[in-house]
């Protein structure tokens, strides 16, 4: 169907040929479009708001055919949130509190710990009311809850927002997890010894706390003194260590005091050199061993998180580094994995792998998702660092069996490993019968409202499928057919009818209606033309009003435009002025009241003088738009309306010098013969173009052309142009009537000034061949005698036979001019090192000092004729161009490229240089895991250290660069001190994996000061 400009047009053609009086049925159909033909399904892409018979394409797609069922409604499966059967509770995360969610998790598979938090005394829990909500109060409460919740929820994840707030946590900011799991122990250390029961008191001392000295001797008398000590935890130090047995071998290894820390001994009564280390005496029953990740960066001055590979044991022997008490057990097992995802050591995300004490299975509990961990899987500690991809991480160490290695667990928990015991009630933790009862209280809110989720997706789904019936029966009865009564519908109402799957609202067409109380002909876009069987049935479903049916057809309405669109002579209008006609006048009252005071008024016809010269400036008077540079009747149809003399007379009272031209005007006869001349030029251009192809088809087509590598063989000399001249003689040869033809060869842009050629045989070959396009005799004669030729180069090769056998030598006519030669490769090398604003690439290497993916070009280094075919835009006036410059005479820069077979898969270069400036390499062709940036010659090493940070996210201080295998580091020299010059590649080797960039970015903007959990309850406040 054609567009609704077009539509309405064809509907009001009619007035051109009918006067007021002969205005019949027929034509007030006619303006109303009621016979345009219906379109069919499949033939439109969308609906023809210009014709009221289209009903495609108004939301019927959709309910057409089978539907599932799913469509009707947007509830999730309520069973969805339910648990699976034999698998543990998730905890929801509240925004940052996933570092919460690990140790409660931890925490709650400690058997014992569970078991004795349950036999804490809850009068509040014991005497609730179930009818109302259970609000624990104390942070015992909280955790009982929250445990028996855990163990016997029938949802899928609970809520802990209960404990978190009892806590004063802010949940939207994520804290340092081993500080939190400190502070919440003591907290509840200090809240169980306030219980009556004596064996609740100390459990958390029983389960977790562990005893050593802090033991010195005096080096000169030799005199022993221990400082007895409690631990809840072992901080290890994993920097420069492989493994869990190093960690702790260092971490109870003898210390040197000395120099400005010696020792004051007691014996002595002086400071003395001494030795100290740590002895330990008890080890708990659960051992919890934190990894250090987590160090201050003194060159930062914040927090960083160490990367390191650490190796751990499934099973531990604590005997070696024990002394005393041999009656201890000293093997562990290990039981849980704390993990934390990331770079940044303020920002990641925090998971925990644990083993179900019951079974031995071991589980990934990562807040709401909890998934069984076994097979392939069975990797403890290993999670693969947010967005960072496989390629990117340093390569695992491999671990023997029994043992598991991370570079992402900061803390691990390790069991004692117990005696075989028979008796089941050992891992059996029952929830007491008060808490169970909450628990049961809580499961049957879940049912509840799984029910009430349930119901609404039924009804939904009936309401759905009602509707799917509703419009398939009406949609096939809505065509009105010709000759049958109808009715008109607001588009915009079947739309929301069709898109609606449940209420809709009532018809209503008040806004349709015309003064005359019918339907209005400007609306009649905006509504369909529907058969009287389906607008009955609509009503009577859906109400509303008031109906228009073909009686409502208005021709008083009709008569109204007719009077607008023709009768009579009719004068042509500009679309654009008619547009802004309201502020024309405005100016037009300004002008004349200024020309009231000033008696030497414009004229009109130097206003249209004025605006012919503006070549698009902002329009002064009305109808200008429509006036050609030569004063006529511009010949742009498309730009210009035809309206009544009455309008005309209008629009004249506000634009008295508005030009004027009749419906009988002839368009200007100068721009009719320049289209017709540009027309003609453009079928020369296209003639002159494919007779060039057919005669230099090789040429155009880059086949079997001639290299210097490789002489060819049946020729002696072959001719040389400017590539500069072949890209624009094949970007006319495309494109005939968008570019110019080329007439001149402009070889004299590769002569100096003194008329000597400026290259070499030897400096084709090993790059000034990309200036160059090589011809075959046969194709200089045909250029010859195409082009304008100012002077012609060539190169010649003769062989000759000497007593050491044969030799070739190459010479080029003209002649090279040595001087001018050598002040070329001055100004060059001059160049390479005062740009600006010129491309470099940063590529990365991995370990082993190879680059990455190095045989694998990026995909986007394509060389299609398609993307060569693309018109250049123009650069804006002052943007530096690194492609293209001018030199001070004027005078374009030659355009260089790669003309080599080596580097056919590489689009050509498309560079200019004029002799003496900068000549650029062949086009480079990214690699993978490569980017490129933007450089001057004066920019510091530094400042391009920051441009990688953000490229690469790879932290100036963690960056080795270097550039032909010499290493950059002094961060204060210029790059073009260092070398470093326009498309150099250079080399980036990470002392650290690579970060995402937002992990990165919160290194450097981190600028309050930390404060931990100060003001939370978990200091006391």
Not at 134 to 147: D, M, R, W
Not at 405 to 425: F, G, H, I, W
Not at 947 to 957: E, L, R
Not at 958 to 972: C, E, M, P, R, V
């Amino acid at each position: 169907m054609a567009p609704r400009l077009q539509l309405e047009k064809a509907a009001w053609r009619w007035v051109e040929t009918v006067k007021p009086e002969e205005i019949r049925q027929e034509h007030v159909e006619l303006a109303y479009r009621v016979n345009l033909p219906a379109c069919k399904r499949g033939t439109c892409r969308r609906n023809c708001k210009g014709n009221p018979n289209c009903l495609v394409g108004i939301g019927e797609q959709a309910w057409l055919g089978d539907i599932d069922e799913n469509a009707f409604h947007n509830i999730d499966d309520p069973n969805s949130e339910r648990r699976d059967k034999n698998t543990f509770v998730g905890l929801t995360n509240l925004g940052a509190t996933c570092y919460v969610n690990t140790f409660l998790q931890v925490w709650f598979h400690n058997l014992e710990l569970r078991r004795s938090l349950y036999q804490c005394h809850n009068s509040r829990a014991e005497e609730h009311n179930t009818e109302s909500e259970y609000e624990p109060q104390s942070i015992c409460e909280h955790l009982q809850y929250l445990f028996a919740l855990l163990q016997n929820s029938n949802r899928k994840y609970i809520d802990p927002s209960g404990l978190v707030k009892a806590l004063g946590l802010d949940t939207g900011q994520q804290q340092d997890a081993q500080e939190f799991s400190k502070l919440f122990l003591s907290l509840l250390e200090d809240t169980l010894s306030k219980q009556k029961n004596p064996n609740l008191q100390n459990v958390i001392q029983r389960q977790f706390c562990g005893q050593f000295s802090y033991v010195t001797v005096c080096n000169e008398c030799g005199r022993s003194s221990a400082l007895p000590s409690r631990f809840y935890e072992l901080e290890l130090n994993i920097q420069g260590n492989k493994n869990l047995t190093e960690c702790v071998t260092e971490f109870l290894k003898e210390e040197k005091l000395d120099e400005d820390n010696r020792y004051f001994c007691e014996s002595c009564q002086t400071k003395q050199s001494a030795t100290r280390r740590i002895r330990l005496h008890s080890i708990p029953p659960t051992l919890n061993l934190q990894l250090m990740r987590f160090v201050f960066d003194r060159q930062t001055g914040h927090k960083k998180k160490l990367n390191t590979f650490i190796s751990f044991p499934e099973q531990l022997d604590m005997g070696p580094f024990l002394e005393g008490k041999q009656d201890q057990r000293c093997v562990y097992e290990l039981s849980a994995v704390l993990i934390h995802r990331g770079i940044s050591a303020y920002s990641g995300h925090y998971i925990a792998h644990v083993k179900d004490a019951r079974t031995g299975d071991w589980y990934k509990f990562n807040d709401e998702e909890i998934e069984k961990m076994e097979g392939k899987k069975l990797q403890l500690g290993t999670e693969e660092d947010i967005a960072e991809t496989v390629k990117s991480q340093t390569r695992k160490p491999k671990c023997s069996k029994g043992y598991h290695c991370s570079r992402n667990a900061y803390m691990l928990v390790y069991k004692v490993q117990e005696e075989e015991n028979t008796d089941p009630s050992w891992t059996n933790v029952e929830v007491p019968a008060f808490l169970q009862r909450l628990v049961d209280q809580d499961n049957h809110k879940f049912e509840e409202w799984c029910n009430e989720m349930a119901d609404m997706r039924k009804q939904s789904v009936d309401k759905g499928k009602a509707k799917h019936e509703e419009v398939k029966e009406l949609y096939e009865l809505l065509p009105a057919r010709d000759g049958e009564p109808y009715e008109f519908i607001p588009l915009d109402w079947l739309k929301k009818w069709l898109e609606d799957s449940t209420a809709t609202k009532e018809i209503d067409n008040a806004l349709f209606l015309c003064s005359h109380g019918k339907l209005h002909p400007d609306k009649v876009a905006d509504s369909k033309r529907v058969s009287l069987q389906a607008a009955q049935l609509l009503y009577e479903r859906y109400s509303g009003g008031p109906r228009m049916d073909g009686a409502s057809l208005c021709r008083e309405c009709v008569g109204q435009r007719f009077g607008l669109f023709g009768f009579g002579e009719g004068y042509w209008v500009g679309k654009a002025s008619l547009r802004s006609w309201r502020q024309l006048a405005l100016e037009q009252l300004e002008e004349d009241e200024h020309e009231t005071k000033h008696s030497n008024g414009q004229t009109n016809g130097l206003v249209l003088h004025k605006f012919s010269e503006g070549n698009g400036d902002e329009m002064k008077t009305f109808n200008e738009d429509i006036v050609c540079c030569h004063g006529s009747l511009s010949i742009l149809e498309t730009e210009r309306k035809l309206v009544s003399s009455e309008v005309w007379c209008k629009l004249r009272e506000y634009f008295f010098k508005a030009p004027e031209f009749t419906q009988n005007q002839e368009s200007c006869q100068q721009c009719l013969t320049l289209e017709q001349e540009e027309k003609d030029n453009e079928a020369v251009s296209k003639m002159m173009a494919m007779d060039q192809k057919n005669q230099l088809l090789n040429l155009f087509n880059e086949k079997n052309r001639p290299t210097l590598n490789k002489w060819p063989q049946g020729t002696d000399v072959l001719y040389i142009v400017p590539l500069f001249f072949v890209d624009e003689w094949r970007k006319f040869i495309r494109r005939p009537t968008k570019s110019s033809p080329v007439s001149n060869v402009g070889n004299t842009l590769l002569l100096c000034p003194h008329g000597g050629f400026m290259f070499t045989y030897d400096s084709l070959i090993n790059g000034d061949g990309q200036h160059v396009a090589l011809l075959w005799p046969s194709e200089w004669e045909v250029i010859s005698r195409l082009f304008i030729v100012d002077q012609p180069i060539s190169i010649h090769c003769f062989k000759e036979t000497t007593l050491s056998g044969p030799t070739t030598q190459y010479t080029t006519q003209p002649d090279i001019c040595w001087e001018c030669r050598e002040s070329f490769l001055f100004q060059q090398q001059r160049d390479l090192r005062e740009y600006t604003q010129a491309t470099i690439y940063i590529r990365k290497v991995i370990e082993d000092q190879r680059m990455i993916k190095e045989a694998v070009p990026e995909l986007n280094a394509s060389s299609s004729e398609a993307e060569e075919e693309k018109e250049e835009i123009p650069k804006v006036d002052g943007e530096k161009d690194p492609d293209f410059s001018q030199s001070e005479d004027g005078a374009k820069r030659l355009k260089l490229s790669d003309d080599s077979e080596a580097s056919a898969a590489a689009a050509p270069v498309t560079n200019m240089i004029k002799l003496g400036g900068i000549r650029r390499s062949t086009r480079h062709r990214k690699l993978r895991g490569e980017k490129a940036l933007i450089v001057s010659a004066n920019q510091t090493l530094k400042e391009l250290k920051i441009q990688i940070m953000h490229a690469f996210s790879v932290a100036p201080f963690d960056q080795n660069l270097s550039i032909d295998g010499k290493s950059l580091t002094d961060d204060s020299a210029t790059l073009g001190s260092l070398g470093v010059i326009p498309e150099s590649i250079v080399c980036l080797k990470a002392d650290e994996p690579i970060a995402d960039y937002a992990a990165m970015d919160d290194v450097y903007q981190v600028r309050m000061p930390e404060e931990g959990f100060k003001g939370t309850g978990l200091l006391g406040h």
